[in-house]
């Protein structure tokens, strides 16, 4: 958990632990282990334990989320099965890890069910700056149950 002398509070900028993505402490709960951090144009929900006392400056300087370069990056990211909350974070690290790779092209597998992850994946597509274009698949390689993403 946090160290005491660190207890974050609402209005605190903040970073997440090893994704380098600092923003502003907007909601938290300390008892589920739970905040929310707006970092850009998007709201972010994290572990409370997993967030870190970040400078005005860091704030500044990484109003995206920014990561370390993988060397065997995956085209594909597969969030079937996960809650929106839960999949939230693996998009954007994805979509960042990407980008930073200079890869032009990725798929991101929702599959079809409630249409909750769709369309979370939707929402962050509309504010992701990198974003050139996103559409469904094919209908041969999995129609509307997978969105691909083309970077800028």
């Known amino acids: 958990m946090q160290d005491k002398n660190h207890q974050l509070k609402v209005g605190d900028y903040a970073s997440i632990k090893d994704t380098n993505s600092a923003g502003v ?3 938290i709960n ?29 704030y ?5 989320f920014k990561h370390d370069i993988v ?10 099965g996960k809650r929106a909350d839960e999949a939230e974070l ?10 930073m790779n200079g890869i032009d092209r990725v798929e991101i ?3 079809k069910g409630t249409g909750a992850l769709k369309q979370l994946v939707q929402t962050i597509l ?10 469904y698949a094919n209908i041969e ?9 083309e970077f800028k």
């Open 25 to 27: 402490i907007e909601e």
């Open 30 to 58: 300390i008892e589920k282990d739970k905040a929310v951090l707006t970092i850009g144009s998007l709201k972010i929900k994290a572990r409370y334990s997993e967030l870190q006392p970040a400078k005005k400056q860091e």
């Open 60 to 64: 500044e300087s990484l109003k995206y």
């Open 71 to 80: 060397t065997d990056q995956n085209y594909r990211l597969d969030i079937r």
């Open 90 to 99: 693996d998009i954007l690290k994805f979509l960042d890890s990407s980008n």
């Open 109 to 111: 597998l929702h599959g």
């Open 126 to 135: 509309k504010e992701y700056k990198y974003v050139k274009n996103y559409y």
């Open 141 to 149: 390689s999995g129609g509307d149950g997978i969105t691909i993403v």
